[in-house]
């Protein structure tokens, strides 16, 4: 597959995502998560990165009746560079009607040995997510190809700059190690480790207090 070209760090935009991208961003994520180890752990081989798209398009459905809560870096003529799924004060967790509506749609994401683990990361997540009114990071991914050029950044920074004006704190899990130096970068500090049942990958719960107002920015 060909690589894309980089894209100017000035051709883009921050953006509420339109309705109409909700399958190029679940494509997006899909491609950020393809190394993910907790997406491997949960999702079968075969067939992964579709399978994963489709997570991401349920994903997107929880978020959507919330304005602004899909988040894109896009370039003047459509093309997405990045996608942010945030969930505000209180309303993180789907409730019991939307995750039973969509298990059908859950199991043919992890299919039947997949299902177990899922609900196994959904549990622990939940246990170790705080109580705290804060606003909450599932998913950020940047296009291949266009990682470590700061549009994953700038697409987070727009909405934690408004965490910072409204002095409310933001919370996420990295689901690797290695992504932690780039939240720390933005604000983030670990709070502890996720550890999953049965021998699977760790998480790290990650939380920003608001900046005071005449604080500078991480750097």
Same mark, same amino acid.
């Given at each position: $597959? ?5 894209? #100017? ?5 921050? &953006?509420?995502?339109?309705? @109409? ?20 752990? $949960?999702?079968?081989?075969?067939? *992964? ?14 978020? &959507?009746?919330? =304005? ?9 003529? %459509? *093309? ?5 799924? /945030?969930?505000?004060?209180? &309303? ?22 997949? $299902? ?19 606003? +909450?990071?599932?998913?950020? %991914?940047?296009? &291949? ?7 994953? @950044?700038?697409?987070? *920074? ?5 965490? =910072? ?5 933001? +919370? ?8 932690? @130096?780039? +939240? ?19 998480? /790290?719960?990650?939380?920003?207090? #608001?900046?005071?107002? =005449?604080? #500078?920015?991480?750097?």
């Amino acid at each position: $597959m060909s690589r894309r070209p980089p894209v #100017p760090l000035a051709g883009y935009g921050i &953006r509420s995502a339109r309705p @109409s991208e909700s399958g190029a961003i679940a494509a997006l994520l899909a491609r950020a998560f393809a190394d993910d180890p907790v997406m491997a752990w $949960m999702v079968p081989a075969a067939d *992964r990165e579709r399978r994963t798209a489709r997570y991401f398009r349920l994903a997107q459905r929880q978020q &959507r009746p919330r =304005d602004g809560a899909v988040r894109v870096a896009a370039t003047g003529d %459509g *093309r997405l560079l990045a996608a942010a799924l /945030w969930a505000g004060p209180g &309303r993180w967790k789907a409730s019991a009607v939307q995750e039973l509506a969509a298990l059908p749609q859950y199991a043919r994401v992890f299919g039947l040995r997949g $299902m177990p683990r899922a609900a196994e990361v959904q549990n622990a997540m939940h246990e170790a997510h705080p109580e705290e009114p804060h606003w +909450y990071l599932p998913s950020v %991914g940047t296009d &291949r190809g266009l990682q470590a050029m700061g549009v994953g @950044s700038a697409l987070l *920074r727009q909405q934690l700059d408004r965490c =910072d004006r409204l002095g409310q704190p933001a +919370y996420l899990e990295s689901s690797s190690i290695t992504n932690i @130096s780039f +939240y720390e970068g933005l604000g983030f500090r670990v709070t502890g480790e996720i550890r999953l049942p049965g021998g699977g990958p760790a998480l /790290w719960p990650m939380w920003r207090a #608001p900046a005071p107002a =005449d604080a #500078p920015g991480p750097g």
